[in-house]
Structures are given as C-alpha cells and as structure tokens.
C-alpha cells in the first residue's frame, strides 16, 4: 500500500475544468475504464499505482526547488519531468517539512538513545535516504512495510542506483546491507524492507520483521496509508503495534490524512477520488482533526497528542523568511483555492512515553480544529 498517494493532492484538481497540467483527464464516477468495484485486485493495483504520482509531486517540487532531496529522481519512472500546479507544490512541501520537523523533534529526543520508524505503505518515499545521510547520523533503525509488487519495485532501483546504495551504507559496511533472495526485502542494522500486506497484521497474526527492536522508543508513520484500510483493519494494526509487537516501548504515530469530506468541497474530493476507482475507507468515521485525535487516545497515544491542518502548519510552523524563499519558487496566484485545499489535509500526532513528551510537548497544534 503506497502511502504517499493523495497528500500529492493531484487528484483533487482532475476533473474541474482547469484545462492546464498533464494528464488531467475528467474520469468517471465508476473509476477508470475496466475498472470493477467488486474487483479487490484491482482495488490494489490502484492503490499501489498512486505511488507514482506521489514521486512525481516530489519531483516536482524539488525540480523547482521547494524541497531539497537528491533522492527524488531515482524513482519517478515517466520520461517527462513532471510539472505540477503551484497549489500542488506547495502542498507536497508543506506535508513534507510538517513531517520533517515532528520527525526531527523526534530523533533529538535522548539522541544517544536508539530510535526507530517504522513508515506504514512506503512506497518510493525517500525520506530513509535523507535521515541515514545526514551529519551527525540519528541513532535509528528505519523500517518500510508495503505490498511486495512496491516494495520489489523500489529495491530494484536501489540496486541499480549507485547513489541510493552509498546513502544507505554511507555508516554502515556494505556487506551489512542484506537483499532478500525473494527481490522484495532488504535486512540491515539500519534499513529493512519488509514486504507486507498490511490487512494480514492483527493482534493475533503479528508480522515478522526482521531487525525490530520492540524496547526502543519508536515512531509509526501513516501518510495517507492507513485511510485505505477499513476502520477494523486500521485499528487492529495500531493495537499490534503498540500492544504486541512494541508493548514495553515508548510509542508515537503521525498520520498525514484528509479530513471534511462532507462539506461542498470535501464532496468534490471524494467524488474525484472515486472517479480514479480510489475509496478512503476511514474518511468518514474519522472526518475531521477532533475525531482523529479521538482515534489516537483510543489507542494508547493520548499522554500528548495534537493535530494541524495543512493551512495551519504552513501558517503557523513556517518562518517568514523559508516563506519568502517558497514563495520564490513560483507565482502562486490561487490563494483562496490553496486555503481550501490546505484545510483538507492535516497532520496528526500521538505518543505515549518521556521522549514524545519532550519532543512534542510544545508543538503549536490546532485549537478547535475549524474548517
């Protein structure tokens, strides 16, 4: 399952009569053509092809300089460099250095302390090869879990790239760096690919995974993953998680979502998600940032929680001068389309033990979570 499919907000731009961009064709509201809804193969398929539009927002948005990530090239695999719409790009930056900084906060918590992330549906994020890089190098093992078609996909172009192999064993021998038989794992002390079908993970069925250590303060991240799961299923994987397989350690998660789907806007969003055969299954039960919040406390997460939307986190977690900068990249004259868009996406954390506490005890969150 690819995580990053709609926080690229591309699909919520097909469809509207812009008559600008590439490939942006109006669908129908069955999904695309031979499309079956009672076909759960093809629901996949789906699912798993929306990784390529999250690489190409990503690409996107650095070829333009809002984002810097040596990274992005590698895995969008269309001959044109992509171009997105300027709402679009600012979009992909603002999910990307939300992320970035409660990550960070994260990893500076008690950094001689091992920690770990564990990222949900995957896909080709790059974000493993720009933590194993930096300088200092965190103290963290990182682990991907997806559908087995992305995860193949993605170690392929690992093993092709030279500069993806020397980001992932720039601290660590080579030789550490072990790929599973099968083309569709990857072993070491610090990056493990695990091909998973997430809907097999219950509190009775625990996955095996190689290299987790279930005592180190460790951070689930869900970008638009958990959203195409049912509510039983998103459920029963948060309670293996932090009930079985990481029972005694310090645990937070990040789920990067959408939210208000039944206002007028939100409806055009779904509908122009369905069109592309694409169902967000959680959308309705967890509607809005109070709901999601709700979702993490019942989980175990509450001793410190908070949520943001989009427009929130670039208001509010965004200098003025990095502003200015993003502002330079491109005109962006579709203010009030952007603030729409923006407050249809948010950012939620949650966390149980000291070091979320101290990371994200003084994170500005989202009063009253308005529209």
């Not at 095996?208 to 039983?232: F, H, K, R, W």
Request: proline letters at 7%; a negative charge.
């Amino acid at each position: 399952m690819t995580a990053p499919s709609i926080p690229n907000l591309s699909s919520l731009l097909r469809g509207r009569g812009r008559g600008r961009g590439r490939g942006r064709g109006r669908g129908s509201s069955s999904g695309p053509p031979g499309f079956r809804d009672d076909d759960p193969i093809a629901r996949d398929r789906i699912v798993q092809h929306t990784d390529q539009d999250a690489a190409g927002s990503r690409l996107s948005a650095v070829n333009l300089q809002y984002l810097d990530d040596p990274y992005a090239q590698f895995f969008y695999k269309d001959a044109a460099p992509p171009r997105r719409f300027p709402i679009i790009n600012r979009g992909t930056y603002v999910r990307t250095a939300a992320l970035d900084q409660l990550i960070a906060r994260f990893l500076a918590s008690d950094p001689s302390t091992l920690h770990q992330i564990i990222s949900l549906g995957a896909g080709t994020d790059t974000r493993p090869f720009r933590l194993l890089t930096q300088t200092p190098r965190p103290n963290l093992i990182y682990h991907e879990l997806d559908f087995a078609t992305n995860t193949t996909c993605k170690i392929s172009t690992i093993k092709e790239t030279p500069s993806l192999l020397r980001a992932l064993t720039t601290h660590m021998d080579a030789d550490a760096l072990v790929f599973g038989s099968n083309g569709a794992s990857i072993e070491s002390p610090m990056y493990n690919v695990h091909p998973i079908d997430l809907r097999t993970i219950t509190p009775t069925t625990l996955p095996n995974l190689p290299n987790l250590d279930p005592s180190a303060p460790t951070l689930v991240l869900s970008e638009c993953c958990l959203c195409y799961l049912s509510p039983t299923d998103g459920s029963a994987i948060l309670t293996a998680f932090t009930s079985h397989l990481l029972a005694s350690a310090p645990v937070g998660l990040i789920l990067y979502e959408p939210v208000h789907p039944n206002d007028a806007f939100g409806r055009t969003m779904v509908s122009n998600l369905a069109s592309r055969g694409i169902h967000m299954q959680t959308l309705q039960q967890y509607e809005d940032i109070s709901a999601q919040t709700a979702r993490l406390r019942a989980a175990g997460l509450g001793e410190v929680v908070g949520g943001a939307d989009i427009e929130f986190a670039w208001e509010r977690w965004v200098d003025n001068a990095e502003k200015d900068r993003v502002g330079r990249c491109e005109m962006l004259d579709e203010i009030e389309e952007w603030v729409l868009l923006a407050r249809h996406y948010c950012v939620v954390w949650g966390g149980r033990g000291d070091v979320f506490k101290s990371a994200w005890g003084s994170v500005e969150a989202q009063q009253g979570f308005e529209v």
